[in-house]
């Protein structure tokens, strides 16, 4: 990020969105319906959420000291056709056996179809030319929390893995994270541990956001892309990419 900051300054360049996370506000704690004015976080567990809040920090610094205008975009866990990472990840891991629910699985969070984590990029680049968003951070959403693991369940239905059902408590998951990390570290892996202290808490605790900064100065309507239709949308491409259960 720092690296991207002395570029546009080397060549003339005043103008940035930054994608962020929610995850520069960890603290370990459930957040429900808290906006932009939260600080930023502590107890970190892992150096994603930690130097994802220093990059954050430090374009936010370099607009307020009037070097350009920045907006830093704060979109909860993307999801949609194309995705590498998450739904993949979840599907196998539900696939193959090893996935529990963490906690009582009552807790809610804020997920973003990609289609609208892309429509809150462009209405920023937009919004840069006025004054009162600028240099600020913005949650950005579906605008309506889901019930994690119901939501979970309904992913892997529609690809037609069966849904969880067995649980495991946060402080098992905790407990195994740990013990996971320390033998990552202690083995020199590179490869990512299957639990980790930061993904238990995560998937254990209700984390989600107000959008309404993000509807008033961007113009952010999330309603233009659906949860439920994401869902169809995104176990046709699952199933014709990689393949029925």
Request: glycine content about 8%; charged content about 20%.
């Amino acid at each position: 990020t720092l690296a991207v900051l002395r570029a546009m300054e080397g060549h003339g360049v005043e103008r940035l969105v930054h994608c962020s996370t929610p995850s520069v506000v960890f603290t370990g704690e459930a957040f429900e319906g808290a906006d932009e004015a939260l600080p930023y976080g502590r107890n970190w567990l892992c150096h994603y959420a930690e130097s994802k809040a220093m990059a954050e920090q430090a374009v936010l610094k370099w607009g307020r000291d009037g070097r350009g205008r920045v907006i830093a975009l704060r979109p909860h866990l993307i999801w949609g056709p194309g995705d590498p990472h998450l739904l993949p990840r979840i599907i196998e891991r539900a696939r193959s056996g090893r996935l529990r629910i963490i906690g009582d699985g009552s807790n809610r969070v804020d997920v973003t179809r990609v289609e609208n984590a892309a429509a809150a990029h462009l209405l920023a680049l937009a919004a840069l030319e006025r004054p009162s968003a600028v240099n600020r951070a913005y949650f950005i959403s579906q605008g309506e929390p889901v019930n994690l693991w119901s939501w979970v369940n309904a992913v892997l239905s529609a690809v037609g893995v069966a849904p969880l059902t067995r649980r495991v408590s946060l402080r098992g998951a905790y407990v195994a994270g740990a013990v996971s990390e320390f033998i990552w570290k202690m083995g020199g892996l590179s490869s990512l541990p299957p639990m980790t202290r930061f993904v238990a808490v995560e998937l254990a605790k209700s984390h989600w956001y107000s959008i309404d900064a993000a509807r008033r100065e961007l113009g952010y309507r999330p309603e233009a892309y659906p949860t439920e239709e994401g869902l169809s949308t995104y176990a046709d491409w699952y199933l014709r990419h990689r393949g029925p259960a």
